[in-house]
């Protein structure tokens, strides 16, 4: 990602997508999260969202 972005990048991502915590959202943005597309939505697992219980979210 681009390093003098990466703020902005992760504040549209957030209002464009308020049901992503912003947490998960940068990790996302940065290649900590592994995703995979299903059609139209992207989809991923994040283990912090819920205490360590895997979660899955798909966006589109």
């Known amino acids: ?3 003098n972005d990466r ?3 992760l504040s549209v991502f957030v209002a ?11 990790r ?3 290649g900590e999260i592994a995703y995979q597309i299903e ?3 992207v989809v ?3 283990a912090v969202l819920h205490e360590n ?4 979210l798909a966006y589109s």
């Open 1 to 3: 990602m681009f390093e």
């Open 7 to 9: 703020e902005a990048i």
């Open 16 to 26: 464009s997508y308020p049901g992503i915590p912003a947490d998960t959202a940068h």
């Open 28 to 30: 996302l943005l940065n």
């Open 39 to 41: 059609g139209e939505d």
């Open 44 to 46: 991923f697992e994040d």
């Open 53 to 56: 219980q895997h979660q899955r």
